[in-house]
């Protein structure tokens, strides 16, 4: 299976700002990667599908002008939470589509804390 | 539309046997997957079904039912470790990669 890893592991912001999450395929080249989000108590919700070389694709409710995906390679999808808010305080995890009939493995995930 | 439910907590207790069920109506099917999630970390793969009937590994055993919509999670022997919360995911699309779209969770707890 794929081996993700997600960076950084914690963030604080102050309100307003902007921050930049990384998520590298180490062992697999990934045309698709999938960001989702995780409230306390709550579970996985997909944000957005992540495709190499072309726009993101946002599930309902998510804005795409406040995240920001790129995915510039095959092995690099960024995830840019634009002007954070305290509601966007989160558990965000990365995951890559490996080949068929695979599970998604995860990224360690993103601690966001916006003050 | 999409709707995975399975319960939101259980309780067990070590040594014993817990069956996590999860049931699941989506448009497009193509594999449910089971995830051990421990607080404040990412998911972990356990188990995967694609066809109907049951999947073991170790102690840890998966089973499905196309036709019911219904899949649950056998732990056997369990152990204090095994507390968390188990995921249920369905792979939404009708082709064997794509996103997975999950359940609530289920938080088990373990007591000695």
């Known amino acids: 299976g794929a081996v993700v890893s997600q960076h950084p592991s914690r963030v604080i912001c102050k309100s307003g700002t902007s921050v930049k999450i990384e998520c590298r395929s180490l062992?697999?080249?990934?045309?698709?990667m999938f960001w989702y989000r995780q409230f306390p108590k709550q579970s996985l919700m997909l944000m957005a599908t992540s495709n190499e070389g072309s726009k993101a694709t946002y599930e309902q409710g998510v804005e795409k002008d406040k995240f920001l995906i790129n995915h510039a390679s095959l092995t690099l999808s960024t995830l840019t939470v634009t002007s954070a808010h305290p509601e966007d305080s989160s558990f965000y995890i990365c995951?890559?589509?490996?080949?068929?009939?695979?599970?998604?493995?995860f990224g360690n995930g993103t601690r966001l804390t916006v003050t | 539309g999409q709707n995975i439910d399975q319960p939101t907590e259980m309780t067990a207790t070590e040594g014993a046997i817990v069956q996590i069920n999860c049931t699941y109506q989506t448009s497009g099917f193509n594999g449910l997957f089971w995830y051990q999630q421990h607080a404040g970390e990412a998911p972990t793969f356990l188990s995967y079904n694609v066809l109907d009937g049951l999947e073991e590994k170790g102690r840890f055993s998966s089973f499905l039912s196309r036709s019911k919509g219904y899949s649950y999670l056998l732990l056997k022997e369990l152990q204090m470790k095994d507390s968390a919360s188990y995921l249920c995911a369905v792979r939404h699309g009708s082709s064997n990669t794509g996103k997975l779209i999950f359940g609530q969770g289920t938080t088990l707890q373990v007591k000695p």
């Open positions: 062992d697999f080249q990934a045309t698709t």
């Open positions: 995951s890559v589509e490996g080949p068929p009939n695979s599970p998604l493995h």
